[in-house]
Every structure is written in structure tokens, then in C-alpha cells.
């Protein structure tokens, strides 16, 4: 929310990207969605912790920011649907977007972790569009189940495997930044510029982390990419990218003081 607020100052902000894992887990539209129906009261609905971060989106929207959302490994059932109850948009993985004269190949991360067989093989099936329509076809209370017991396995499994295992494979992300300047990813929570060849940066986004909980004044930090131009180059904009030669792209450190 206080991100948004930051976003909704800027005089010229053109674009959004979520790249992912906006939410811990999303099992379909109609989490949220149901709460517009007939039979739902207007209380529950502003009661509902997704209904200011929408109003701040959606006016995000009408003051000209464009807004991508990207799946990824926790809230691949994200749909339209709910996209549109802000003006987003959803967008596939790789996405390219050119800053300056170089053109970034944008994803979730999670494709990128090859040495995690067994992950990669569960991505592979959850992304299939009959699971999906497997899953989106049960109640909502089984698909609850369902995610409780598949984060519980999860988690077991992820106490047994090694750091590197979780983490993206050298070859995948050469083969990955191929066609592309540089690469940026979320998904492992570990932020950072890496040289991923000679000539080519990998960017890795962080997760938003409460830090100094216990004390008087916690503090809320995540690593975000910004791409800035000058206001008033005459090459501004257009539909997919920052052409103009005073584009950059660079890693900033978000923080908010918790009151």
C-alpha cells in the first residue's frame, strides 16, 4: 500500500510489472470475486483486505499506468477477471521489454531452477490448462485442502534440499538471456546484479521482509527495478518500451517504517 502511495505521487509513472507471487497463494478469481455477488454486503466487501490495495490500483490506472501482472509459482490461478477489476493486464513469461537501446527479458524465475527436478516436474503439471481447470472446477474449501497439504509437503521438501538446488541453473539462464541484454527475475529472494556472461547482467528482485519486528518501530524493506528517463526527452514512449538513450535501469531498496 505505501508503494502505491509512492507510485501514485509520481508525475509521469507510464508502467507496473507484478512478476509473480504477488500473493502467498491465489486458488482462483472467485476468492475475491464472490464478494461482488448479489448476495454478498457491501460491508464484506470493504472489510476485505484486497478491496484498497484494488481502489489504489485502479487509480493507478486512470492516471495513465499501464499494469502487467506475470504469473508465478504460488498464484498461477490468477486470472483476468480479476485483473480487470483494475484495468490490468496479464502478460506471459518471457516478457521483453527495451530500455535504451537494450532489450530485458522479464520473468517469474521459477523456469530457471532446473537443478530441482522434482519442482520443475510440479511446475510442469500445474501449469497444465486441464489441471487448471481440474482445480478451478472443486469448491473453494477443497481447494483449500488442497493447498494446505501441498504447502505442507512443500515445505517438508524444501527442508531437505540444498541452497543450490532452489536457485537458478548457470546454463538455463545463459540459454534464457540468449536473445536478450539482460535478464530480470524474481522468485528466489535473493537480490542482486550478477554477470550472468561477458557482456550480460542478470537482476534478481527481492521479496518484501518485516525487519526489526520486535522493535518500537519495524520496518518493511524489498528490492524493486525501477527504469527512469528523462521527462523531457522528445523520444519518450511508446507502446512497449523506453527507447529514449537517457533510459536506465536500476535496483532500488524500498522501505517503510511501520507506525
Not at 97 to 122: M, S
Not at 132 to 150: C, G, H
Not at 160 to 181: G, L, P
Request: aromatic share 10%; hydrophobic share 40%; glycine share 6%.
Amino acid at each position: 500500500m505505501a508503494l502505491l502511495d509512492d507510485c501514485l505521487a509520481l508525475p509521469a509513472l507510464t508502467r507496473l510489472f507484478i512478476l509473480g507471487d504477488w500473493f502467498e497463494v491465489w486458488l482462483g478469481d472467485d476468492m475475491y470475486l464472490s464478494l461482488l455477488k448479489g448476495k454478498r454486503s457491501e460491508d464484506e466487501q470493504m472489510a476485505h483486505w484486497l478491496t484498497p490495495l484494488i481502489a489504489k490500483l485502479k487509480q493507478l490506472r486512470i492516471n495513465g499506468c499501464e499494469i502487467l501482472v506475470m504469473h508465478g509459482n504460488r498464484d498461477f490461478l490468477l486470472g483476468q477477471p480479476f485483473c480487470n477489476l483494475f484495468g490490468g493486464e496479464l502478460i506471459s513469461e518471457p516478457y521483453t521489454l527495451t530500455v535504451g537501446q537494450q532489450n530485458y527479458r522479464l520473468e517469474h524465475g521459477d523456469a530457471l531452477c532446473t537443478d530441482d527436478k522434482k519442482y520443475q516436474l510440479f511446475r510442469k503439471i500445474m501449469r497444465n490448462r486441464l489441471t487448471q481447470w481440474y482445480l478451478l472446477n472443486k469448491s473453494l474449501e477443497k481447494r483449500l485442502a488442497i493447498a494446505d497439504n501441498m504447502r505442507k509437503k512443500s515445505q517438508q521438501n524444501n527442508a531437505t534440499k540444498a541452497a543450490y538446488i532452489m536457485d537458478v541453473n548457470d546454463e538455463a539462464v545463459r540459454q534464457a538471456i540468449t536473445d536478450s541484454d539482460a535478464l530480470l527475475h524474481g522468485h528466489t529472494h535473493r537480490p542482486d546484479i550478477h554477470q550472468a556472461t561477458a557482456d550480460k547482467k542478470r537482476y534478481v528482485l527481492g521479496d518484501w521482509r518485516l525487519l526489526d519486528k520486535d522493535t518500537r518501530q519495524p520496518k518493511v524493506s524489498a528490492v524493486i527495478g525501477a527504469v527512469t528517463d528523462d521527462e523531457y526527452s522528445n523520444d519518450r514512449l511508446n507502446s512497449n518500451n523506453l527507447s529514449s538513450d537517457d533510459a536506465e535501469f536500476g535496483l532500488f531498496e524500498f522501505e517503510f517504517f511501520i507506525r
